[in-house]
Nanobody, 120 residues
Framework: QVQLVESGGGLVQAGGSLRLSCEAS????????MYWVRQAPGKGREWVSS????????YYADSVKGRFTISRDNAKNTLYLEMNSLKPEDTALYYC?????????????WGQGTQVTVSS
């Protein structure tokens, strides 16, 4: 069956860094756009970043541009999010998702999330 398993979240001080991973299985990972989406307590889902099938196209939300880097390793069926200069407002449950195009809201697959908490 299809699985997206996120890992790498945790508690970090403001200014620190974390690297999230998302291991995919059960579908042809290299054929899908992949996304990172987050949800803070009491708020709706917020798109963070997207990457095309072979990684040539990458998009970022303005709130993370210059601080976060999305990447993927299709040989390992794994998606990454390198997060630097973390801020308390980055605190959220981070999900990875996969879809057929650049529009994350039309996702096909969704993970269970990994918690990121940034203390001030």
């Amino acid at each position: 069956q299809v699985q997206l398993v996120e890992s790498g979240g945790g508690l970090v001080q403001a200014g620190g860094s974390l690297r999230l991973s998302c291991e995919a299985s059960g579908f042809t990972f290299s054929s899908y756009w992949m996304y990172w989406v987050r949800q803070a307590p009491g708020k709706g889902r917020e798109w963070v970043s997207s990457i095309s099938t072979v990684g040539l196209i990458r998009y970022y939300a303005d709130s993370v541009k210059g601080r976060f880097t999305i990447s993927r390793d299709n040989a390992k069926n794994t998606l990454y999010l390198e997060m630097n200069s973390l801020k308390p407002e980055d605190t959220a449950l981070y999900y990875c998702a996969g879809g057929h195009d650049s529009s994350w809201s039309r996702y096909t697959y969704w993970g269970q999330g990994t918690q990121v908490t940034v203390s001030s």
